[in-house]
């Protein structure tokens, strides 16, 4: 269950963060730079747009649906394609995590993984003094960390 | 439902929070009070505000970290957001958890007071005068929870009414709910 790709955009919608991950097999192409933006602020309209669709009363009974955190409610969660999948997460604060994914990749395992990368952004993001909010995140230290989550889930 | 928060706060702060050395914690903010005060002339004022705002800078990094840990999404209402800020962000940060008191009539200002400030273990304000009357010694946390609290976007206004260091008798922070900012509340979360 490979991860091929990482998104990460802040609460406007702006990209702080892609990653693509080398896997055998991998399905999606490199990009250029400015389209990794466009797919990124397109998959925060969506996301933004399928949320105005629903009104709040409307995600409470649906919140059934195990999610371990309990952001995202009502926003776009998940694309599937037959080649990959495209799962969508955003915290209290707004921060979106997006993770491009092989088909087979499973809701509870993904959950895990963002809890993963959250801590990493919490631990080697915010906590670096010499980072500003905001701005693209370039800090070696999270590069590594999130290369060995990605790495120990793509073997 | 308050016990529920307090197991939660205690649960997290036994597995989740790397501990340090809290004489080197209270000597570090010492330090860095006292610098402060040499910087800008013993104007406290000026030092009140410059701590104010490394605690708002600290508090829109920290609240992440705290919304990860916690694994927690949006209070309800401002009851239990008061309840969520003592016993499970000050316990896990700071394992103290102050006491929620002085409701306002509208629910929307309320006191935490302090029976025990981790960053005042061994001080005494220095007898110039004014600094009894001016200084907010800790005035980091109003800036802190200010910087937490808006990033969740609830807009408070956070002041220090009481500090045992001024010879109150309690330390008394006050947390005042301005507005919210529903305009920045992110889509997908409401």
Redesign the interface.
Known sequence: MPIFSIYITS?SGSLLYQKDFKVLNNPITKQNSNDYLVIASTLHGV??I???LTP?AS?KNYLSSKL?????????RMITTSQFKIYMN??????EIILFTSPDMGQTKISGIY?KI??L???YV??NPFYQ?EMPIRCKLFDDKLLSVVTTTNV | MSKQIKQLGDDIWKTKVEKVNSELFTLTYGSIVSQLCKDLNFNYEAVNNQLFKMGYNIGIRLIDEFLQKTQLSRCTNFRETAEIVSKIGFKIFLNITPIITNWSADSKTFSLILNDNPLADFVELPDDGKALKELWYSNILCGVLKGALEMVQLDCEVVFLNDVLRGDESTEIRVKLIQILKDEVPAGDE
Do not use: E
Not at chain 1, 68 to 76: A, C, D, F, I, Q
Not at chain 1, 90 to 95: D, I
């Open positions: 609460k996301h933004a399928s949320a105005k709040a995600a371990p955190t309990n952001s995202n409610k009502t926003g776009l955003q915290t209290v604060t707004g921060l809890d959250y801590q952004y919490c631990d915010l906590k909010l």
